[in-house]
């Protein structure tokens, strides 16, 4: 079992950034890769964000060259630098396993961002 705490989120202007972090109640290394999702009211979640233990990364094409996703391994912590927001990125950002088959189990509360003017 594990438990997922987002932060870091809030109110920015178009074109401001925020870094979310994600902390994990344990280890998160292994097979499974590390991920950022975000969702809208009434909009199903969509996968934006990826990392594995090593180090490879990839994106959504949505963000790819605006936000970057990288790992603290030792504080069992995951970011997410978001750069350039817009508008269309205000959603609550979570994070949680890529492809793990418990993934449901995971989900946190995550964490509100408002791109706004």
């Known amino acids: 079992q594990v438990q997922f705490v987002e932060s870091g989120g809030g109110l920015v202007q178009p074109g401001g950034s925020l870094r979310l972090s994600c902390a994990a109640s344990r280890n998160t290394r292994g097979i499974y890769a590390m991920g950022w999702y975000r969702q809208a009211p009434g909009k199903q979640r969509e996968w934006v964000a990826l990392?594995?233990?090593?180090?490879?990364?990839d994106y959504a094409d949505s963000v790819k060259g605006r936000f970057t996703i990288s790992r603290d391994n030792a504080k069992n912590t995951v970011y997410l630098q978001m750069n350039s927001l817009q508008p269309e990125d205000t959603d609550v950002y979570f994070c949680n396993f890529v492809g793990h088959p418990k993934q449901k189990n995971f989900w946190g509360q995550g964490t509100q961002d408002i791109v706004s003017s």
């Open positions: 990392i594995y233990t090593g180090g490879t990364t």
